[in-house]
C-alpha cells in the first residue's frame, strides 16, 4: 500500500468527485481529484447554479407585471434587460464558487490534479505524461448533452453553451421534453423571447404525476410558450443571422435559436474502461453493483456516470456511501426511496414519492387529494397564473406516497414535505398539522376531501 502514491485517485472534480475527495481525505485518507475543465462539475459550472440564477433573472418580468396591482408605478416602456449583464454576474459567481471549492478541497488535504485522465491498469492513472499508483480509483465523470444526428445538427445549441450566450435572440425553439427544456424555455419566454418547445411524445416530463404535466402544459401556454407536442425537428438550416428549423408536420420555424435538451450520455470519452475490463450498459452507463463496484475490484463509479437519477443530490450521497465503505467502517448503503426534485419553470415543479400513476402500477388502493386555486399573491396583481397541490395517499395504510406541487416555491415547499414522506407520514398526521396561515403550503394540511 505504502509504495502507491494515492489511496484513492477520483476523476472528475463535480457534486460526486468532490464530496467523495473531502470526506475521504478527513478519514485520514491520501487522494488526489483529477479535473480536466471546472472544479464543481456540471451542476456549479453548467447546470444547477446558473440555471438557478437564469430562473432568478427570468421571473423578475412576472414580478414587475404584478408590481402595479400593488400601488407601484413602473413605467413599463422604460424598462429593459441587459442580458450580457446577467451571463457576466453569472460568471462572476461561478468563479467564486470555483475558488471555493479549490479551497474546500485544499484545506482537507486533497491534492487536485489539472488535466484529463486515463487509466493504465487497476492502480495507474495518467494525466499528460504523469502517471500516479493508487489503491482504488473512482470514475465521477458526469454526463454531457447529445442531440440527435440530423442534418444541421452543428446549429444546435446545447445547455451547455446557452449558458454562455453572447445575445438573446428574440425566437427560439427549444427541443426536448425533459426537466432542462421546459426551465430553458421558461427562462427564454420570461426574458422576453418568443419561445415554442418541440416534444416528439404527447406530453413532456415523462415520469412526472400526470396532473402536474397537464397543469404545467396549461400554466406554461398561458405564459405564451408555444408548446408543439407529437413533432420532431428533421433538419435546422441557417438562414443570414437566423435558422429554419424543419419539423416532422412538414412545418418550417424561422428562430433566433434551436436549443437542444434531447438527452445526456455518461462522459467515459478516452478513459480505457473497456480495455481494463469495467462493464458498460448499452447506453454506456458504468455498471456497478449496490456499493458502486465496478466489475475491477479497485475501480468504483458513482453519479451521472452510472446511469442513476441525474442529480446533484443524488452523487453527494452516493459519494458519503462510498467513502464510508472504502475509508471508514465499510457500512452504508445508498436509499434512491422517494427522491424529492423540483422542476423551475415558472410556476415551479414540486415533486416527492409517488406518482398517482406509479402507485396504481404497483398495485395500491389510492386515496387522491388535489387542491387547485389561484396563490393569494395574484390576486391584487391579477396575475393568470393557479397553483397545483396532490397527494397520493394508500387508503389502506393511510401513509402518503406521494406530494406533488406546481405553484411559487413548489422547490422550497417540497422539500419539508420530503422528510414527513421518508418518515412514513399518514395523511391523518398530516391533517393533524397546523397550516401555517396565510401561505399556499397550508393547503397540503388542508385537503379533506378526496377527489378520487
Ligand atoms: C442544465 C442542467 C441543469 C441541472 N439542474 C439540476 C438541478 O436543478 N438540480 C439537481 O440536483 N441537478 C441538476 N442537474 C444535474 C447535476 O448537475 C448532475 O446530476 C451532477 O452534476 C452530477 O454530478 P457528477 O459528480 O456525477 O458529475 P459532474 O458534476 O458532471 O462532474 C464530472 C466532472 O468530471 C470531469 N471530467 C470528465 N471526464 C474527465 C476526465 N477524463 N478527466 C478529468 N476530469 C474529467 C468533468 O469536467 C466534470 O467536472 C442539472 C444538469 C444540467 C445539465
Same mark, same amino acid.
Given at each position: 500500500?505504502?509504495?502507491?502514491?494515492?489511496?484513492?485517485?477520483?476523476?472528475?472534480?463535480?457534486?460526486?468527485?468532490?464530496?467523495?475527495?473531502?470526506?475521504?481525505?478527513?478519514?485520514?485518507?491520501?487522494?488526489?481529484?483529477?479535473?480536466?475543465?471546472?472544479?464543481?462539475?456540471?451542476?456549479?459550472?453548467?447546470?444547477?447554479?446558473?440555471?438557478?440564477?437564469?430562473?432568478?433573472? !427570468?421571473?423578475?418580468?412576472?414580478?414587475?407585471?404584478?408590481?402595479?396591482?400593488?400601488?407601484?408605478?413602473?413605467?413599463?416602456?422604460?424598462?429593459?434587460?441587459?442580458?450580457?449583464?446577467?451571463?457576466?454576474?453569472?460568471?462572476?459567481?461561478?468563479?467564486?464558487?470555483?475558488?471555493?471549492?479549490?479551497?474546500?478541497?485544499?484545506? !482537507?488535504?486533497?491534492?487536485?490534479?489539472?488535466?484529463?485522465?486515463?487509466?493504465?491498469?487497476?492502480?495507474?492513472?495518467?494525466?499528460?505524461?504523469?502517471?500516479?499508483?493508487?489503491?482504488?480509483?473512482?470514475?465521477?465523470?458526469?454526463?454531457?448533452?447529445?442531440?440527435?444526428?440530423?442534418?444541421?445538427?452543428?446549429?444546435?445549441?446545447?445547455?451547455?453553451?446557452?449558458?454562455?450566450?453572447?445575445?438573446?435572440?428574440?425566437?427560439?425553439?427549444?427541443?426536448?421534453?425533459?426537466?432542462?427544456?421546459?426551465?430553458?424555455?421558461?427562462? %427564454?419566454?420570461?426574458?422576453?423571447?418568443?419561445?415554442?418547445?418541440?416534444?416528439?411524445?404527447?406530453?413532456?416530463?415523462?415520469?412526472?404525476?400526470? =396532473?402536474?404535466?397537464?397543469?404545467?402544459?396549461?400554466?406554461?401556454?398561458?405564459?405564451?410558450?408555444?408548446?408543439?407536442?407529437?413533432?420532431?425537428?428533421?433538419?435546422?438550416?441557417?438562414?443570414?443571422?437566423?435558422?429554419?428549423?424543419?419539423?416532422?408536420?412538414?412545418?418550417? %420555424?424561422?428562430?433566433?435559436?434551436?436549443?437542444?435538451?434531447?438527452?445526456?450520455?455518461?462522459?467515459?470519452?478516452?478513459?480505457?474502461?473497456?480495455?481494463?475490463?469495467?462493464?458498460?450498459?448499452?447506453?454506456?452507463?458504468?455498471?456497478? =453493483?449496490?456499493?458502486?463496484?465496478?466489475?475491477?475490484?479497485?475501480?468504483?463509479?458513482?453519479?451521472?456516470?452510472?446511469?442513476?437519477?441525474?442529480?446533484?443530490?443524488?452523487?453527494?450521497?452516493? !459519494?458519503?456511501?462510498?467513502?464510508?465503505?472504502?475509508?471508514? =467502517?465499510?457500512?452504508?448503503?445508498?436509499?434512491?426511496?422517494?427522491?424529492?426534485?423540483?422542476?423551475?419553470?415558472?410556476?415551479?415543479?414540486?415533486?416527492?414519492?409517488?406518482?398517482?400513476?406509479?402507485?396504481?402500477?404497483?398495485?395500491?388502493?389510492?386515496?387522491?387529494?388535489?387542491?387547485?386555486?389561484?396563490?393569494?399573491?395574484?390576486?391584487?396583481?391579477?396575475?393568470?397564473?393557479?397553483?397545483?397541490?396532490?397527494?397520493?395517499?394508500?387508503?389502506?395504510?393511510?401513509?402518503?406516497?406521494?406530494?406533488?406541487?406546481?405553484?411559487?416555491?413548489?422547490?422550497?415547499?417540497?422539500?419539508?414535505?420530503?422528510?414527513?414522506?421518508?418518515?412514513?407520514?399518514?395523511?391523518?398526521?398530516?391533517?393533524?398539522?397546523?397550516?401555517?396561515?396565510?401561505?399556499?403550503?397550508?393547503?397540503?394540511?388542508?385537503?379533506?376531501?378526496?377527489? !378520487?
Amino acid at each position: 500500500m505504502s509504495d502507491m502514491n494515492y489511496d484513492l485517485i477520483i476523476i472528475g472534480a463535480g457534486s460526486g468527485g468532490v464530496r467523495l475527495a473531502r470526506m475521504s481525505a478527513r478519514r485520514g485518507a491520501r487522494v488526489a481529484v483529477v479535473e480536466s475543465r471546472y472544479l464543481g462539475g456540471t451542476c456549479v459550472n453548467v447546470g444547477c447554479v446558473p440555471k438557478k440564477l437564469f430562473v432568478y433573472g !427570468a421571473s423578475v418580468s412576472d414580478e414587475l407585471g404584478d408590481a402595479a396591482g400593488y400601488g407601484w408605478k413602473i413605467p413599463m416602456n422604460e424598462v429593459s434587460f441587459d442580458w450580457p449583464k446577467l451571463v457576466a454576474n453569472k460568471n462572476t459567481e461561478i468563479e467564486r464558487l470555483n475558488g471555493i471549492y479549490q479551497r474546500l478541497l485544499e484545506n !482537507a488535504g486533497v491534492t487536485i490534479i489539472e488535466g484529463t485522465a486515463s487509466l493504465k491498469d487497476a492502480n495507474t492513472v495518467i494525466v499528460g505524461n504523469q502517471t500516479y499508483t493508487t489503491r482504488h480509483i473512482t470514475v465521477a465523470t458526469g454526463s454531457w448533452p447529445v442531440v440527435p444526428d440530423i442534418p444541421g445538427k452543428e446549429y444546435i445549441l446545447t445547455s451547455n453553451e446557452m449558458f454562455y450566450l453572447p445575445q438573446l435572440p428574440k425566437t427560439a425553439v427549444v427541443w426536448g421534453g425533459g426537466y432542462i427544456a421546459v426551465e430553458f424555455a421558461g427562462i %427564454l419566454a420570461g426574458l422576453g423571447v418568443k419561445t415554442t418547445l418541440i416534444y416528439r411524445g404527447e406530453l413532456f416530463l415523462r415520469g412526472f404525476d400526470g =396532473d402536474v404535466r397537464r397543469f404545467t402544459e396549461q400554466e406554461m401556454r398561458k405564459k405564451g410558450i408555444n408548446l408543439k407536442f407529437g413533432v420532431t425537428i428533421d433538419s435546422v438550416e441557417a438562414e443570414d443571422i437566423h435558422y429554419r428549423a424543419n419539423l416532422s408536420t412538414g412545418e418550417s %420555424l424561422t428562430t433566433g435559436l434551436v436549443m437542444g435538451a434531447t438527452g445526456r450520455r455518461p462522459l467515459i470519452d478516452g478513459l480505457g474502461l473497456s480495455e481494463l475490463g469495467v462493464g458498460l450498459d448499452e447506453s454506456g452507463h458504468i455498471v456497478v =453493483d449496490d456499493h458502486f463496484q465496478t466489475a475491477v475490484p479497485s475501480i468504483t463509479a458513482l453519479g451521472d456516470v452510472i446511469g442513476t437519477p441525474q442529480l446533484t443530490p443524488v452523487a453527494l450521497a452516493q !459519494a458519503m456511501v462510498l467513502s464510508r465503505r472504502l475509508f471508514g =467502517d465499510g457500512q452504508g448503503d445508498m436509499d434512491y426511496a422517494a427522491i424529492p426534485t423540483a422542476v423551475f419553470c415558472q410556476p415551479n415543479i414540486g415533486t416527492v414519492g409517488f406518482t398517482e400513476e406509479e402507485a396504481r402500477v404497483a398495485g395500491h388502493r389510492l386515496r387522491i387529494y388535489r387542491s387547485e386555486f389561484k396563490p393569494m399573491k395574484y390576486t391584487l396583481s391579477g396575475r393568470d397564473e393557479r397553483c397545483l397541490m396532490k397527494l397520493v395517499v394508500d387508503d389502506e395504510t393511510d401513509k402518503v406516497l406521494g406530494a406533488h406541487m406546481v405553484g411559487p416555491d413548489a422547490g422550497e415547499i417540497t422539500q419539508g414535505l420530503a422528510i414527513a414522506i421518508k418518515a412514513g407520514a399518514t395523511k391523518a398526521q398530516f391533517d393533524s398539522t397546523l397550516g401555517i396561515h396565510p401561505t399556499s403550503a397550508e393547503e397540503f394540511v388542508t385537503m379533506r376531501e378526496p377527489v !378520487a
